[in-house]
C-alpha cells in the first residue's frame, strides 16, 4: 500500500492525478491482498456512484465478489482445521476453486451426502490478528484526520467498526443472524434466506444453503418493471427487518445480493454485519421522518437525541437537517419516484455532503453517536442500489406501510426479544 501510495503522488505531481486503469487494477490488487476492514472501505467507497473515476469504481466493485482467492492447497489445509482430517468424506462433493472471495473468507461450492446444494464460507487463517492489525492502522487514520479536520470526531465511528468487524469474524454468530433472518422475512415472497446446516459448520466454516440467482447489476437494462419489483424486494429485506425487529442488514453492496428467476426477487446472500438496535433508535427514526414531514422541530431534535446526539445547540440541528431531508426526501413526497428524482448520479449526495462538511467545520466538531454508523451506511448503500437500478417506487407509501398508523416502541421491542430469543442472540 506504502508503495501504491508512492506511486499514485508521483502520478499526481507528473499531472496523472488519480486516474489511470492500471493504477486503479494496482489499488484493486493492494486492497485485495489486505483483506479485512481496508477492503471493506474499498467495498463501501464502490457503492457510491462516480464517488470515484470510473476506471476506480469498475476495479473496486470487483472486489466485492471477486476478491483475489487463496489456492487450493490452503483451502484443503483450512478444512482440515476446521473439520478435521475426514473432512471430505462429509461431502459428496466440494469444489476447491472459490466461487466467490471476499474480505475475511471465500465461498465453495459443494453438495451434501443428502444431495443438497450448499455454499461453504471458510475463513482465512489467522483473521483475527490480521483484523486487529487493520484497525489499529485505521485508529491511527481516524486519529490523523481529527488533526486535519475538526469537522467530524471520529473516535465512535473507530469503535463501531472495530465492534462490527471484530463480530464478523464469529460465524456461528453468523448462523444466528441467517436464522434470524429467515424468521424476520419468512412472509415475504420476494427474498430468499439460505438456510444453515448447522452439522456442516464450525466457528470459522459456514454452510449454508446454495440459492441460484444473477448478479444484480446484470439487471440494469432490464425493463422497468422488472427492476422495480427488484427494489421492492431491496427495500422489504432491508426495511421490514428494521421497523419490526430493530435489526438492519449492514453491509448492503451490489455483491451480497442476487437475483432469482429472472427478477422475481432477491436473494440475500451475507449475514456477517448485522446491527441489532435498541427499539428506541427505531422509534427516533420514525419520529425524524414524522418530525420533518410535519415541519414539528421539538420532535426532530427528540430524534436525533434518541440516538445519541449530545450537546445539540439550533445551528448543529440545522446542519444534521441539511443531510436529514437529503436522506428522507424519497420518503417524504408521496409519489412514484427514484431515489435520486432527476440529479445526475454524479451529484447525488454531493452537494448536502459538502453542505455539511464545511458548515461542520466552522460550528464542530460533532460526535457522531456509535450506533448510528451503520445505520447512515446502509441507507447510503441501499440508495446507491436503487440508483443503479434505477427503481421507481413510491418510497413515502411504502415507509407509511411499513410502520403503519400504531406504531409502538414498545410493539418493536416485544418482537426482538422474541425473534432474538428463538435464535439464540443478545442484545448488542
Not at 476506480?56 to 492447497?73: C, R, V
Not at 444484480?216 to 424486494?233: S, W
Not at 428506541?280 to 421539538?298: I, K
Request: charged content about 25%; hydrophobic content about 45%.
Amino acid at each position: 500500500m506504502s508503495g501504491l501510495a508512492a506511486r499514485l503522488a508521483a502520478a499526481k505531481l507528473n499531472g496523472g492525478g488519480l486516474r489511470g486503469v492500471d493504477n486503479a487494477m494496482a489499488l484493486s490488487r493492494a486492497l485485495g491482498s489486505l483483506k479485512g476492514p481496508m477492503m471493506k472501505v474499498a467495498q463501501m467507497m464502490a457503492t457510491i456512484p462516480d464517488l470515484l473515476p470510473p476506471e476506480y469504481a469498475e476495479a473496486l466493485q470487483k472486489l466485492q465478489a471477486d476478491a483475489p482467492p487463496m489456492g487450493s492447497a490452503f483451502v484443503v489445509r483450512r478444512m482440515r482445521a476446521e473439520m478435521g482430517d475426514g473432512w471430505r468424506d462429509r461431502f459428496a462433493n466440494f469444489d476447491l476453486r472459490p466461487a466467490a472471495a471476499a474480505s475475511l473468507g471465500q465461498v465453495h461450492r459443494a453438495r451434501t451426502l443428502d444431495g443438497q446444494d450448499v455454499a461453504c464460507k471458510l475463513q482465512y487463517p489467522d483473521m483475527a490478528s490480521a483484523v486487529e492489525a487493520d484497525l489499529a492502522q485505521l485508529d491511527v487514520l481516524f486519529a490523523l484526520h481529527r488533526r486535519m479536520d475538526t469537522a467530524i470526531d471520529t473516535r465512535e465511528i473507530a469503535g463501531e467498526i472495530g465492534e462490527r468487524v471484530r463480530e464478523e469474524l464469529d460465524y456461528e454468530r453468523e448462523a444466528k443472524h441467517a436464522a434470524l433472518y429467515a424468521a424476520m422475512l419468512s412472509d415475504d415472497l420476494l427474498v430468499q434466506v439460505p438456510g444453515v446446516r448447522s452439522d456442516l459448520s464450525t466457528r470459522r466454516l459456514l454452510t449454508l444453503e446454495w440459492l441460484d440467482g444473477e448478479r444484480l447489476p446484470t439487471f440494469q437494462g432490464a425493463p422497468q418493471e422488472t427492476r422495480n419489483k427488484i427494489g421492492l424486494a431491496m427495500y422489504g429485506a432491508w426495511w421490514g427487518p428494521f421497523s419490526r425487529f430493530g435489526v438492519i442488514h449492514g453491509d448492503p453492496h451490489l455483491g451480497n445480493y442476487s437475483v432469482f428467476n429472472r427478477g422475481e426477487g432477491i436473494n440475500l446472500l451475507d449475514y456477517g454485519c448485522v446491527r441489532i438496535f435498541p427499539p428506541s433508535f427505531v422509534g427516533g427514526v420514525v419520529d425524524l421522518y414524522r418530525g420533518l414531514l410535519d415541519n414539528d422541530l421539538a420532535r426532530v431534535v427528540h430524534a436525533y437525541e434518541t440516538w445519541g446526539f449530545k450537546g445539540l445547540r439550533n445551528d448543529l440541528i440545522e446542519i444534521l437537517n441539511i443531510w436529514a431531508r437529503f436522506i428522507y426526501g424519497p420518503l417524504l413526497e408521496d409519489r412514484v419516484r427514484t431515489i435520486a428524482d432527476g440529479i445526475e448520479p454524479s451529484k447525488y449526495g454531493r452537494r448536502e455532503a459538502y453542505a455539511v462538511h464545511m458548515a461542520l467545520k466552522q460550528k464542530g466538531p460533532l460526535t457522531i453517536p456509535r450506533e448510528f454508523v451503520f445505520m447512515d451506511r446502509a441507507a447510503i448503500g441501499l440508495g446507491a442500489a436503487f440508483l443503479r437500478l434505477d427503481a421507481r417506487l413510491n418510497f413515502h407509501r411504502l415507509f407509511e406501510e411499513a410502520i403503519g398508523e400504531d406504531f409502538a416502541v414498545t410493539q418493536v421491542a416485544s418482537r426482538q426479544r422474541k425473534a432474538l430469543g428463538q435464535v439464540g442472540l443478545l442484545m448488542n
